[in-house]
T-cell receptor
Framework: DSGVTQTPKHLITATGQRVTLRCSPR?????VYWYQQSLDQGLQFLIQ???????AKGNILERFSAQQFPDLHSELNLSSLELGDSALYFC??????????????FGSGTRLTVV | GDSVTQMEGPVTLSEEAFLTINCTYT??????LFWYVQYPGEGLQLLLK?????DKGSNKGFEATYRKETTSFHLEKGSVQVSDSAVYFC????????????FGAGTRLAVHP
């Protein structure tokens, strides 16, 4: 157990629907990162939150949004889902939000299948 | 922009063989460099890291040396085991960046008895 908890582990939904993925960071970590892993795109950085505020944005679609709550858990909302959104979505956390040389702690991911 | 390039897989080896997985990067300044490993059905785990030129990261028999002159961070292991079968990702944290790791495409390693 890495200490980063992601729920649900698996999600199957239809095109056009909306889903919410949840992540609880490791105890004491202030930053949460969301990544999408697909076969053709590899690991793509989506967005980072630090202590409740958006810190960095990557290749996140406008149909996707995220937030980090006061208790530091984070949610990734995916709407108007398309078949191409099927992927593994990983959450990771780290102690810091600024410059650092530490690695992340990853959760085990949520596998989203859009049918 | 900053990027990481890894050798394409899959890499297939026999147990006790020598492993090298090549990784090169493009970045300004002095990024920190990492190797992560992903076992089947699991998330990524930090394997080793190096934060400045000529640093050697090591863990579980794996090693990688930060070579600024060749912008490389190749992963090596002297004798692989079946349990090392996994996908290996090279990554960098840009200098001055906000801990935003940039990953390579990953290299799948399969070790056979």
């Amino acid at each position: 157990d890495s200490g980063v908890t992601q729920t649900p582990k698996h999600l199957i939904t239809a095109t056009g629907q909306r889903v919410t993925l949840r992540c609880s960071p490791r105890s004491g970590d202030l930053s949460v990162y969301w990544y999408q892993q697909s076969l053709d795109q590899g690991l793509q950085f989506l967005i980072q939150y630090y202590n409740g505020e958006e810190r960095a944005k990557g290749n996140i679609l406008e149909r996707f949004s995220a937030q980090q709550f006061p208790d530091l858990h984070s949610e990734l909302n995916l709407s108007s889902l398309e078949l191409g959104d099927s992927a593994l979505y990983f959450c990771a956390s780290s102690p810091h939000g600024g410059q650092g040389d530490g690695g992340y702690t990853f959760g085990s991911g949520t596998r989203l299948t859009v049918v | 922009g900053d990027s990481v390039t890894q050798m394409e897989g899959p890499v297939t080896l026999s147990e006790e063989a020598f492993l090298t997985i090549n990784c090169t990067y493009t970045a300004t300044g002095y990024p920190s460099l990492f190797w992560y490993v992903q076992y089947p059905g699991e998330g990524l785990q930090l394997l080793l890291k190096a934060t400045k030129a000529d640093d050697k990261g090591s863990n579980k028999g794996f090693e990688a040396t930060y070579r600024k002159e060749t912008t490389s961070f190749h992963l090596e292991k002297g004798s692989v085991q079946v349990s090392d079968s996994a996908v290996y990702f090279c990554a960098l944290n840009p200098s001055g960046g906000y801990n935003k790791l940039i990953f390579g495409a990953g290299t799948r390693l399969a070790v056979h008895p």
